[in-house]
């Protein structure tokens, strides 16, 4: 495809969008996305996220700042002329046309020879591998199978770029998964640039070179997905990106990165301090149940307590369980099924503890918790 | 369905041929008329069963009944039937034919016997003839004479009217119903109360408010001259141009309410995807939004067609004499001249009409495309 430069394909610069002159739903948005890169925007709903993308197709005007295109700025272009594929969740196909119409249609508005038409539809169908669909009906395909045709209406004039608008959110589950490994082979293969929006955060980490959480119109962090699960930068990416138990204290003293904080309950624990911290500051603990350590290998632990606990799941691969610890009974942690796993039970008095690197201190935010 | 719909409708409708009612008066004539050949005067058995019927009837109404049918088929059979039915109130004595031409002349004259003969049947086709200006003669169907034509005229007007009416309806009820499905749900509230407000009012009073409004002092034309854009009054109403407005005016919440409903399920997704595709938005309308609300277009329409054709009291009210329709008629002929055979014939045609266009129009659009798609 393209050749790789170092320009970025899409660049938001301040982009600000309000509805009403007042409440901004995009704030102060700068944001770049590389040629063939997967992007995804994650984020709950009313995050701003699906307001963006919708910016960047042209649906919806720029309030302030600017969006461009390879260069090109886009805010005064009407969306028929941005040349950018789009795929939307209720999957927009036209039900009065057939698949193969369908398919053809931004061929068509382009005035495309008829022959080379056929030939690019039936290579469009072909790639989503629905060629034997070609003469049926929207209305006559499963989900699955209409996403599949939008994305090839989507792609069958060649974008650079191709927005999809939470695509897989009206698929089951299995169909889900099946389509998100299309996708993203689809996306390896064609080297096209796309920008995915979704509120799943498995979907987001599963696809994504680069994930962009959003929360109240801010754009919180953009990271590849391992960064943004390993080392998230704020309390909300941590909440919001995988599972956590979150913890409120207060710093007592601070060494570099290694924090010592007294949790509301009490207990003085070490953390990594991923702001800039000073004595006295209320904080925020973020810690991944799988980095919650149990029964005896706890020598590389920097913290260690002392728990019974209150409930254990067998889950095949790995165990589940609920501690009483830090003035709660929810402390969560997971452990793979191991063949040394420790034989515990529910209702014993455990051990655990945490390395003091998984264990993230942020400033607490806004609301003071507890 | 067959007991509230089928059987009365049914029933009117065959009053179209029905001929019992002559069939039942004059039943001794009837039988003997049978074997005259229709030329010159028929034999003295005739008359004499003729005079034998008269005499069988007793009741004033009931002659009257039977010129008033005959005058359907000759002006004057009416006075003819009652100077007889008089003229034998006291009768004793032989009855024939010198006698009924002594009473009345005209008995003398074979035309009025040929109505007789021709009207033997159990069925009549006079009604539905002459619903086509057509009358059956003793030469056979010919046109009637171009000064008594009328109906063919009548079922043309009304057809034309009922579709520029229709059209009409889409021109202003098209923008309407697209304002109001792609308006928030306040402001297409609004609007439907406005579309709807018409429904709440009496016929009667918003085509009076017509006339308040379009007469020769009117307020549109008092408006127009003060603006100084006229110099005499336009007339707006009495006249075809009447009919159009208050007609679509009445019809327009048919086309609208479908439409818009067929509107508000068409999702902006679609047209966005086609934008964003690549259409234009001239071809974005052409190719994804209206088909997409085709069905509610053709329902709209032929809602308000079929309506309107049926409408009489509007271009009653509001219209000139060259503008009635042909319900104006069947209201005429069932209730003040009480000649149901006449109007259930109209009335068949009108039906036997919509259902032919109805068909063609199936064939040319599809059935299919009538119904809304997923």
Known sequence: MAAKTDAPLVSFRGVQKSYDGRTLVVRHLDLDVARGEFLTLLGPSGSGKTTTLMMLAGFESVTEGSIELAGKPLNNLPPYKRGIGMVFQSYALFPHMSVAENVAFPLQVRRMPRAETRERVEKALSMVRLHDFIDRQPAQLSGGQQQRVALARALVFEPELILLDEPLGALDRQLREQMQFELKRLHDRLGITMIYVTHDQEEALTMSDQVAVFNDGVMQQVAPPAEIYERPCNPFVAQFVGENNRLAGRVMALDGEKAQIQIDSGETVTAFAVDDLYAGDPVELSIRPERVQIGGNLGVCDNRFSARLTDLIFLGDQLRGHLAAFGRDDVVFKQPNSEDRPKIASGDEIQFGWRWQNCRAFRAQGKASG | ?374
């Open chain 2, 1 to 374: 369905m067959a007991v509230f719909f089928a059987v009365p409708i049914g029933t009117f409708l065959s009053r179209s041929v029905d001929n019992t009612e002559l069939v039942g008066m004059l039943p001794n004539t009837m039988d003997a008329i049978e074997s005259w050949d229709g030329a010159g005067l028929p034999d003295e058995p005739v008359f004499e069963a003729l005079g034998e019927d008269f005499l069988a009837i007793t009741d004033i109404t009931a002659a009257a009944g039977l010129g008033r049918r005959l005058n359907h088929n000759i002006t004057g059979y009416r006075s003819l039937v009652m100077r007889t039915f008089s003229g034998l109130r006291d009768h004793a004595g032989p009855l024939g034919r010198d006698e009924l031409i002594q009473i009345d002349d005209r008995w003398g004259e074979p035309e009025f016997w040929r109505v007789l003969r021709q009207e033997r049947g159990t069925f009549t086709s006079l009604y539905l003839l002459a619903s086509l200006d057509l009358e059956n003669t003793a030469d056979g169907i010919h046109r009637t004479a171009p000064e008594n034509r009328l109906f063919v005229d009548l079922l043309t007007r009304t057809l034309w009217i009922s579709l520029a009416v229709t059209v009409l309806c889409l021109i202003f009820g098209f923008p309407l119903a697209y304002v109001m499905a792609a308006s928030g749900p306040r402001l297409s509230n609004w609007i439907l109360v406005l579309v709807l407000l018409p429904f709440w009012t009496s016929l009667l009073v918003r085509t009076t408010s017509w006339i308040v409004l379009l007469q020769r002092n009117g307020l549109i034309n008092q408006l127009l001259e003060s603006l100084g854009l006229i110099d005499e009054p336009l007339s707006l109403i009495y006249n075809r141009l009447g009919v159009y407005i208050a007609m679509t005016h009445v019809l327009l919440p048919f086309l609208v309410l479908p439409l818009f409903s067929v509107m508000k399920g068409v999702g902006s997704d679609k047209t966005r995807a086609a934008a964003g595709l690549g259409a234009p938005p001239l071809t974005v309308f052409r190719r994804v939004y209206l088909p997409q609300v085709m069905p509610g277009i053709i329902a709209g329409c032929s809602l308000v067609f079929v309506l309107s054709l049926g409408y009489y009291i509007t271009p009653a009210l509001v219209g000139g004499p060259r503008d009635q329709m042909i319900a104006h008629f069947i209201a005429y002929f069932t209730s003040e001249s009480v000649n149901w055979g006449m109007g259930a014939s109209l009335a068949g045609i009108l039906l036997l009409t919509v259902v032919l266009l109805y068909a063609v129009l199936a064939r040319v659009i599809g059935f299919d495309r009538l119904k809304v798609r997923q």
